[in-house]
């Protein structure tokens, strides 16, 4: 597919970045609708939380008939002073 190759470059940039940072990754939102997730993200970003959107991470766990296929939107926390 063309620009699959920058996105995972992109992404692979990203986590080399987090890799040496303690966190850890939470779950913020999970559905089976791909267009609930789009609106998700949408609103996630207009609302300027502070949220980097490289430390945004989008999971997307294939299912078969049993299971059906479900997004998960997950952010990093990085862990605090101690």
Known sequence: MPGQR????????AQRRLRDVPGR??????TRDQGEL???LRRLYA???????EHV??????GRLVH????RV???????PA
């Open 74 to 80: 997950s952010v990093f926390v990085p862990e605090g």
């Open 57 to 62: 991470r989008i999971d997307m766990f294939c």
């Open 25 to 30: 990754w939470e779950p913020l939102f999970s």
């Open 68 to 71: 059906p296929t479900t997004h």
């Open 6 to 13: 920058k996105r995972k470059r992109s992404r692979e940039r």
């Open 38 to 40: 789009k609106e998700y």
């Open 47 to 53: 609302e300027g939380r502070g949220i980097d959107p």
